[in-house]
């Protein structure tokens, strides 16, 4: 007697392994499983390459297109391992620029005499910065609060992007109180730094009195500035420093972007 014919419920068909037997209970699982391991492949082997020579701090990333050839993927499982990049914290991606390989943290030390030159020497690296404002305005309540003056009284504004071996590591907006030191206007026009400007209008030397620390999320604008991922926040500082009759003589308000700097008190000099 003919044993009986497999029917097509119980008849694998040919080339294709058992789901069941394969303890799969849902074949599109595997691709799921699949999509997994390959992103997660692609973030383990950047991670390790991230730091040495092909791929030091500040280094740009390959291009997802490039990365994609190199791996055997689409753009979108290279961009997922990407992001797991830029979440730890080992990368950071600009919008229509790219990944780079995030940069070490600076230590912004704050002192009685806090200089950003200084600071970023201090880190091996060469200071620069970029002039986005100079200009005369009224103070609106809280720069008025910082410089202990009437809102709408006329100050100074110098807005600076500063950076370390070209990269951005701060965005301050500094005021100054223009009666109060007449010649401030064209003396921060024409030197280099603040320091020389306040010694052309006769303030010789000048120490911080307080510096008030917050974090926040960055702005737009922030962010591309500071060219960071719009997703990380920035620590925020108001800073008021005096003269040496203890009038004061500026007012700032800082912002640092967290993937690449920290900001650290010195013994006695805590934030007030």
Request: net charge positive.
């Amino acid at each position: 007697m003919k044993p009986p014919e497999a029917g097509p419920a119980n008849t694998p068909r040919a080339g294709i392994a058992d789901p069941l037997a394969a303890g799969i209970a849902d074949p599109r699982d595997s691709a799921r499983m699949a999509g997994v391991t390959l992103w997660r492949h692609i973030h383990d082997t950047l991670r390790d390459e991230i730091g040495g020579p092909g791929h030091p701090p500040g280094g740009r990333l390959p291009t997802e297109a490039e990365l994609a050839v190199r791996f055997g993927v689409n753009r979108h499982t290279v961009r997922r391992a990407l992001e797991e990049l830029s979440r730890g914290g080992l990368i950071r991606v600009e919008q229509g620029r790219g990944a780079f390989v995030a940069e070490d943290v600076l230590d912004y030390t704050v002192g009685p005499r806090t200089r950003f030159t200084e600071w970023i020497r201090r880190h091996n690296k060469e200071p620069s910065g970029r002039v986005l404002r100079l200009r005369e305005l009224g103070a609106d309540a809280i720069v008025a609060g910082g410089l202990g003056l009437r809102p709408g009284t006329k100050v100074v504004l110098l807005e600076r992007l500063g950076l370390a071996d070209e990269t951005p590591v701060s965005l301050t907006r500094h005021y100054f109180p223009a009666t109060r030191l007449p010649g401030i206007l064209d003396a921060l026009a024409a030197a280099a730094r603040i320091t020389e400007a306040l010694k052309a209008v006769g303030i010789a030397d000048y120490v911080r009195q307080a510096t008030r620390v917050s974090a926040r999320a960055a702005t737009a604008p922030e962010a591309d500035l500071l060219r960071m991922a719009r997703n990380r926040p920035v620590l925020v500082t108001e800073s008021t420093n005096v003269d040496a009759t203890g009038a004061i003589v500026e007012f700032s308000i800082g912002c640092y972007p967290t993937p690449r700097v920290q900001i650290v008190f010195e013994p006695g000099e805590g934030p007030s």
